[in-house]
């Protein structure tokens, strides 16, 4: 007990060098419940203090030896001497002994002579400072070593100021050194992502206009680049005139947390073999689909998928194997169907796709913002084909085939759970006619699935057997309507079908891939035609080719052209090439290129359909091309007003500011023809001047070499 009450009673450390000073000195502290060890010189009072540990040291500044200025200077460079208090005893009127003490490191003075009630009181007073002192160090170093361990640092932003403190914790988590970051609001926000530095400055900002605290989670950005989520706390300090003076608030690290919700949604919501999502995530999209759908009017397929004699595989090979195959047909689905994202486009949107097991051997995809819901029968045929290939497991070669139902929205079922059952429906039904195939769930679908295979197929055939054949439009000046040139335009001739045109079998040609090869064959057949042409005597005509995306972007199109021109010796110059402004747009600086390198050959370019895309004035005058053309919805409005609609007036006017000539498609009307012609419109083709016809009979009118005026 003795022991416990002197390690809590505060110990002095007393240094004079006058042993009678000491005891008077002792005494008095004594009396006033203190400890008391002596020293008589500066050189003793280091050793008792490394003794001893003291809680205070009264020290004399006049002493033999060491002196008390360079005592107290060493004491307090001495282990646990930085803190302790120092009160240094000095003469009345010696004021550099006082201010001498301050400079090597005293706390405090007391004059001599020494009266015993004032130094106790002193005393005192020095220790209650102390204890305060480590109190409220322990307190900080326990709330740091908190913040550290919780991963939250502490700040206050003064905004009359702009000066933002950030504590020592905060400044580890954003990777800074607390002597090397701003001290600014802005500051901090530079280390915010950018993405979230508009959405943090604004909440900051609303504490002081609402008065409400501030509640967000966002991601700062390290100096190496990596970023993590922090959660931000604040609000505001008020006055006493209820006046915000400052904001103060935290930020703690949730990285794990974030972390632990991933997890915990992938659990939830993605399947725990495959990394696909579930059935609970795939009805979930599927109903975000629909409302969207139905908003725009567009249209979505549900395809369900089921292995075909899968439980044979796994009741054979054992499960772990069934496992594996179905990792590996998911991989083998999610690559077919990520290629499948071209079969659906159009202007404004492409298709988007999902994929998801359902559980078991059953899989699901989505398929919106469809152009032809005969586009869902082109991504089953891509799945069939993707698993034709065996998959090698174990060391087993096996042979899988699915079956696929399809079911479209709106046609076949506006709920996920209608087009689910539906398609479902569909699936076994193609089980039914013999696995390894698809069906629409509408009958009709079915047909027209069936009918466009055939298509398909015979159009494979059509180049083979010469069944293709290209008519040609005439194009016409507006006011002297001579014959300047013709629009080529590719038939098929069908066996039995009779003479079919393009909107019937480009769209099977494109989604089938033979688009670049009838690309190709009607070049060769037009530079071929038109030099016969020429070498009867007839005046030589500009002839126009429509390039396909396809042959345009697959770096084959300067090519062909070469080649098209060296076999038949056509000069350039009567060959010109059409594109749309939405295959121009698509990959801008190599379209630039290639139609400068076409240009220089010789040919003329023009722009079809223009009007319709989304290029800009200054991507177009970057084009290296000589005509633009007017598309037909714009001429059909010319109908019956008494002007051109605003769009046919702004494209004459800009095309001929960059001196390109301007042709009108569509002109089927004398009147149309007559405002074309008063707003400076160059040329025209249409139903008005001629439809498309075969060569022999364009050749007919080459002849005459001009119209008969109309009307």
């Not at 002197?6 to 004079?16: E, F, I, N, Q, R």
């Not at 010189?41 to 008792?48: H, K, T």
């Not at 001739?493 to 690309?519: C, K, N, T, Y």
């Amino acid at each position: 007990m003795a022991k416990q009450e002197a390690s809590t009673t505060p110990l002095a450390l007393l240094v004079d060098d006058e042993e009678s000073v000491r005891t008077f000195l002792r005494e008095a502290l004594e009396r006033s419940g203190l400890r008391v060890c002596e020293a008589e010189n500066g050189a003793q009072a280091l050793e008792q203090f490394a003794v001893c540990r003291p809680d205070i040291v009264i020290l004399d500044v006049i002493m033999p030896g060491m002196d008390g200025f360079t005592a107290c200077a060493k004491l307090r460079g001495a282990v646990g001497g930085s803190r302790v208090p120092i009160l240094v005893m000095t003469g009345l009127d010696d004021t550099a002994s006082i201010a001498g003490a301050y400079e090597h490191g005293a706390t405090d003075f007391i004059t001599k002579p020494i009266h015993p009630t004032i130094l106790n009181h002193r005393v005192r007073y020095m220790l209650r400072g102390s204890h305060t002192l480590d109190a409220l160090i322990r307190s900080e170093t326990r709330l740091g070593l908190a913040q550290r361990i919780a991963k939250i640092g502490n700040w206050e932003w003064r905004h009359d100021t702009g000066e933002f403190t950030a504590s020592s914790e905060l400044c580890r988590l954003m990777g800074v050194r607390p002597g090397d970051f701003g001290g600014t609001l802005e500051a901090f926000l530079q280390i915010v992502h950018p993405e979230d530095r508009d959405r943090v400055s604004e909440a900051l900002h609303s504490i002081l206009t609402e008065r409400k605290p501030c509640d967000i989670d966002h991601r700062l950005v390290l100096p190496n680049g990596a970023d993590f989520t922090v959660n931000l706390q604040a609000e505001a300090v008020f006055d006493d005139q209820l006046k915000a003076v400052s904001i103060v608030g935290t930020a703690q690290d949730i990285s794990e947390r974030k972390r632990s919700e991933r997890e915990i949604h992938r659990l939830a919501y993605f399947d725990s073999l495959t990394g696909l999502p579930n059935r609970m995530l795939f009805k979930d999209r599927v109903t975000q689909a629909l409302s969207h759908a139905r908003r725009y009017r567009t249209t979505l397929a549900t395809l369900f998928m089921d292995l075909d004699r899968f439980k044979v595989i796994n009741d054979t090979l054992g499960h772990h194997i069934g496992d594996m195959l179905l990792k590996s047909v998911a991989d083998r689905l999610a690559e077919s169907v990520r290629h499948s994202d071209s079969v659906g486009r159009s202007v404004e949107q492409e298709m988007a796709h999902e994929l998801a097991r359902l559980g078991g051997d059953e899989f699901t995809v989505l398929l919106t913002n469809l152009r032809d819901v005969q586009d869902a029968g082109k991504v089953a045929r891509r799945i069939l084909d993707a698993l034709t290939k065996p998959f090698l497991i174990g060391g087993h070669e096996i042979f899988v085939t699915v079956s696929i139902g399809i079911a479209t929205f709106p046609a076949d079922g506006d709920s996920v759970d209608m087009l689910l059952k539906r398609s479902d429906n569909a699936m076994y039904h193609a089980k039914e006619q013999g696995r390894n195939n698809y069906q629409f769930y509408s009958s009709a679908m079915n047909a027209a699935a069936s009918e466009r295979l055939i298509l398909e197929s015979e159009l494979r055939h059509a180049a083979e057997q010469e069944e293709f054949v290209v008519y040609y439009q005439p194009q016409v000046e507006l006011r002297s309507l001579r014959v300047v040139g013709a629009e080529a335009l590719v038939r098929w001739q069908h066996p039995q079908r009779g003479l079919l045109g393009p909107g019937v079998f480009l769209a099977v040609a494109s989604d089938s891939g033979l688009i670049r090869e009838m690309d190709e064959w009607v070049l060769r057949t037009v530079c071929r035609q038109s030099r016969v042409w020429q070498q009867r005597g007839l005046t030589p005509t500009r002839i126009s080719v429509n390039v396909s995306n396809s042959l345009f972007h697959g770096h084959t199109l300067v090519k062909a052209v070469e080649e098209a021109l060296r076999e038949t010796g056509l000069s350039p110059a009567w060959l010109e090439l059409e594109l749309t402004e939405t295959v121009a747009m698509r990959n801008g600086e190599a379209s630039i290129t290639m139609l400068r390198d076409l240009k220089a050959m010789g040919m003329q370019l023009a722009v079809d359909d223009f009007g319709t895309g989304y290029s800009s004035l200054s991507f177009l005058q970057r084009l290296p091309i000589d005509m633009v053309k007017i598309d037909q919805s714009f001429v059909r409005e010319i109908s019956g007003q008494a002007g051109p609609v605003p769009i046919v007036r702004a494209i004459i006017a800009m095309a001929h500011s960059l001196q390109l000539q301007v042709l009108a498609e569509g002109v089927e009307e004398e009147a149309q023809r007559t405002i074309l012609l008063a707003e400076g419109c160059d040329q025209a083709q249409g139903y008005l001047f001629g439809r498309p016809m075969p060569a022999e009979e364009f050749a007919k009118l080459l002849q005459l070499n001009r119209l008969p005026k109309a009307g």
